[in-house]
């Protein structure tokens, strides 16, 4: 039977990509822009030639990873199979290897399929020697394996003149370490990454419809119309905008980016600053709430870090808030964990609410909010679901993908239960979104449809607002 013929079209960013000589490179891109078949080609096809053409080598060593066999199997070995179907496979070993010709000699490339469910698989790659790696969908992987992957490249042949990383991947959020390792050949189209790339890392960042003369005719347009309801996914899938994968089930029903995010940053309006602290463990958030309106809160900046104990934690909140709104009120609102008494190492006993009203931390005084869960996330829900209910500035990145899936119910015995754990995952998502539950349901706290008036749930808010000093006597 004859092989259908195919033709490798360059498209300009996978050009760039392809006469990089940086060792470390990742493509990024939306769903469909070739960037697989790319990865393939500089595997299978460029880099072989290039090692022959430059140092007279034969044989190259390749392993291609990704986060589950099936997806593996599926998607990524398909490729590869689909662009160089001549090879030999070893299905039990999950080896590929490729034969070519060129100039008088006999070209080898051979491939080891791998998948990674867990961070402990780092340990199939420990013992490997390789020329270099390919991990597609590189978001997915955890960083511990692309680290080992790293220390293995340029091992084979012997004493390789050459190392090679490859990743391919669809767009990160801001926060992911792809984002940030990278210098990028053109600027992602999102926030500009605050931390200074890797060494010796290119990324290549492809505009949306790159590819599309190469898909069926309307295939992103059908796209679109598919998950008109769902924005977040087509702004990262179709438009190849930074996003977040959705792990399991979200919080919050009512969240909509293009209506709560605002389109820009928020101003003081001179008013009461409201805090809610996530204040109980070692990964500290803080979330400042202005209320420029009855029933509106504006969420106007967020603090969180990966671990820092409370009294550091708190004095550069308050360092940050004087700079930012001199001489404002603020209410403080904590989790009630905060106030469980530890001993100290001096003697005696304490809690991080007291710490936090010590001068080390800048005397900040907490009261205690709602422990009950249930209440705190259909207080932010039901805000969200008014009209001018809840604004976000653009800043609070951390809590807006959050809000678009960070922050979210676990599936229970994998994909495809359908069952979901009664809590959110703990990670670094739940701290700020804790924090801002601890002040919204103070000052909002929901109530069942027809329960009572509105400004049941505002019942707080008039409270707090006769702390302020009086216009006319300043009392």
Same mark, same amino acid.
């Given at each position: ?6 033709t490798?079209k ?5 050009q760039?990509f392809?006469e ?13 822009s070739g ?6 080609f500089?595997v299978?096809w ?12 034969r044989q190259?060593r390749?392993v291609i990873v990704?986060n589950?066999y ?11 199979f689909?662009w160089?179907p001549?090879?030999r496979?070893q299905?039990?070993a ?9 100039k008088g ?6 491939l080891l399929?791998?998948?990674c469910d867990?961070p ?5 790659f420990?013992?490997l ?9 590189s978001?997915e992987?955890?960083?511990e394996?692309?680290r080992?992957l790293?220390n293995?490249i340029?091992?084979?042949p ?9 990743e391919?991947t ?6 992911m370490?792809?984002?940030h ?11 500009l ?5 890797l ?10 419809r790159?590819n599309e003369?190469n898909?069926p005719?309307?295939?992103y347009?059908?796209?679109l ?6 924005p977040?996914?087509?702004?990262t899938y179709?438009?190849?905008?930074p996003?977040?994968i ?11 980016r293009d ?6 940053s ?5 008013d ?6 996530d ?5 500290p958030?803080c979330?400042?709430?202005q209320?420029?309106t ?9 603090w969180?870090?990966e ?5 550091d934690?708190?004095w ?7 700079r930012?709104?001199p001489?404002?009120?603020y209410?403080?609102?904590a989790?009630p ?9 001096i003697?005696?006993f304490?809690?991080n ?11 900040? $005084?907490? &009261? ?6 249930t209440? %705190? #996330?259909?207080?932010? @829900?039901q805000?969200? +679901?008014?009209?001018d209910?809840l604004?976000?500035d653009?800043?609070c990145i951390?809590l807006?993908?959050?809000f ?11 994909p495809?239960t359908?069952i979901?754990s009664?809590?959110?995952v ?5 701290h700020p979104?804790?924090a801002?539950?601890y002040?919204?349901?103070?000052l909002f706290?929901a ?6 008036? $509105?400004? &049941?749930d505002?019942?707080?808010v008039d409270?707090? %607002? #006769?702390?302020?000093? @009086?216009e006319?006597? +300043?009392?």
């Amino acid at each position: 039977m004859e092989t259908e013929q195919k033709t490798y079209k360059l498209l300009p960013t996978i050009q760039r990509f392809h006469e990089s000589s940086v060792t470390i490179r990742c493509i990024v891109g939306p769903v469909g822009s070739g960037k697989t078949t790319a990865a393939a080609f500089e595997v299978c096809w460029y880099i072989p030639r290039q090692l022959f053409d430059r140092y007279g080598i034969r044989q190259t060593r390749w392993v291609i990873v990704r986060n589950t066999y099936s997806e593996l199997r599926d998607t990524t070995q398909r490729t590869v199979f689909d662009w160089f179907p001549h090879g030999r496979e070893q299905k039990q070993a999950n080896i590929y290897t490729i034969q070519w010709p060129y100039k008088g000699a006999t070209l080898e490339v051979e491939l080891l399929f791998r998948s990674c469910d867990r961070p402990d698989d780092v340990k199939k790659f420990k013992s490997l020697e390789i020329t270099g790696y390919w991990v597609d969908e590189s978001i997915e992987v955890a960083d511990e394996i692309k680290r080992m992957l790293k220390n293995r490249i340029g091992r084979f042949p012997a004493k390789s003149p050459k190392k090679y990383g490859i990743e391919t991947t669809n767009p990160p959020e801001v926060e992911m370490p792809t984002y940030h390792q990278f210098a990028w050949d053109t600027p992602p189209p999102g926030p500009l990454p605050t931390t200074k790339p890797l060494e010796d890392h290119a990324g290549f960042w492809q505009p949306p419809r790159e590819n599309e003369e190469n898909l069926p005719d309307g295939y992103y347009d059908d796209l679109l119309k598919f998950y008109a309801d769902n924005p977040d996914w087509a702004d990262t899938y179709v438009e190849g905008k930074p996003g977040i994968i959705v792990q399991g089930k979200l919080v919050y029903k009512n969240f909509k980016r293009d209506y709560h995010v605002a389109k820009e940053s928020l101003i003081w309006c001179r008013d009461v600053i409201f805090r809610g602290w996530d204040n109980s463990g070692n990964c500290p958030a803080c979330i400042a709430v202005q209320l420029p309106t009855a029933g509106q809160a504006q969420v106007i900046k967020e603090w969180h870090t990966e671990r820092e104990g409370i009294v550091d934690f708190t004095w550069r909140v308050v360092e940050d808030s004087n700079r930012l709104w001199p001489n404002a009120e603020y209410v403080d609102w904590a989790d009630p964990a905060g106030f469980n008494q530890f001993s100290k190492k001096i003697g005696g006993f304490t809690s991080n609410a007291e710490l936090m009203a010590s001068e080390e931390a800048g005397a900040v $005084e907490v &009261e205690a909010s709602e422990q009950n869960f249930t209440a %705190r #996330r259909e207080s932010v @829900d039901q805000l969200m +679901g008014r009209i001018d209910g809840l604004l976000i500035d653009p800043g609070c990145i951390r809590l807006i993908n959050g809000f678009l899936g960070g922050y979210h119910y676990k599936e229970i015995g994998g994909p495809g239960t359908g069952i979901y754990s009664t809590e959110p995952v703990k990670n670094k998502f739940s701290h700020p979104h804790d924090a801002l539950q601890y002040v919204i349901v103070r000052l909002f706290r929901a109530r069942k449809p027809g329960s009572g008036d $509105e400004e &049941e749930d505002r019942r707080f808010v008039d409270d707090q %607002r #006769r702390r302020q000093p @009086d216009e006319d006597t +300043g009392y």
